[in-house]
C-alpha cells in the first residue's frame, strides 16, 4: 500500500511536468523501454539496491539512459535516491493510466471463450466506448473457458455482460419471482 502511494506521487509529479512542457507522449514511449528494461530478465534493480553500489547507482543511471529526457531520468533519479527502484514499474503504470484519463481511452479486457480476431475486437471497442464514457477503449483479449458464449467487458470495474450465462442469469430474474428464489 505504502509502495503504491509512493509510485503514484512519483507518476504524479512526472505527469505534471510532462503536461507543462507538452512531454506527454515522448514521456510515455520512454517511460515503456524502462519498464522493460527494469522487468524483463534485467538484474538492474538487484544491482541498484546492492550497498557496494551505492555511491554508482546515479552514474550508472545517467550512464544507461543518456538519450532519455531528462524528466525521466531525474525521476529515477530521485526514485533510486530514496530506495524505490522496484516501484518504477507500478510508476509507469499509473503515469499511462493518468495519460489515458486525459486523453478520455478507457483501458479494460474482453472475456470470451475463444481468441477474437484484431478486427471484431476493434469493433468491439467502438461500439462500447460510448456506453463507458469514453472516446476510445483500449481491450485486452482474456480467453474465459467459463464462458460459453458471447463475452464480458470489463473496464474501469465496470462489467457489460453479454455472455451466453449473463443472458441466461438475466432471464431467470425476469421471469422467476422472487419469493421463489
Known amino acids: 500500500m505504502k ?4 509510485a503514484r506521487r512519483y507518476a504524479e509529479a512526472l505527469y505534471e ?3 507543462e512542457r507538452g512531454h506527454c507522449d515522448l514521456i510515455e514511449a520512454e517511460l515503456m ?10 538484474e538492474l534493480v538487484s544491482f541498484l539496491q546492492n550497498p557496494q553500489q551505492w555511491m554508482n547507482r546515479a552514474r550508472i543511471i545517467k550512464s544507461t539512459f543518456t538519450t532519455f529526457s531528462s524528466e525521466v531520468v531525474k525521476t529515477l533519479l530521485i526514485m533510486v535516491e530514496h530506495h524505490a527502484e522496484k516501484e518504477v514499474g507500478s510508476m509507469v503504470d499509473y503515469y499511462v493510466t493518468l495519460l489515458n484519463r486525459d486523453r478520455c481511452i478507457g483501458v479494460g479486457k474482453v472475456l470470451t471463450a475463444e481468441p477474437l480476431a484484431e478486427e471484431r475486437l476493434e469493433e468491439i471497442s467502438v461500439r462500447f466506448a460510448p456506453k463507458f464514457n469514453f472516446k476510445r477503449l483500449k481491450l485486452i483479449n482474456v480467453i474465459e473457458p467459463d464462458i460459453l458464449g458471447g463475452f464480458k467487458i470489463i ?3 465496470q462489467v457489460y455482460d453479454a455472455s451466453v ?6 432471464m431467470k430474474k425476469n421471469f422467476v419471482p422472487l419469493y421463489k428464489r
Open 17 to 19: 511536468v510532462a503536461s
Open 33 to 42: 523501454v524502462i519498464k522493460e528494461v527494469f522487468y524483463a530478465k534485467s
Open 3 to 6: 509502495n503504491r502511494l509512493k
Open 165 to 170: 450465462q449473463g443472458r441466461l442469469r438475466n
Open 155 to 157: 473496464v474501469n470495474q
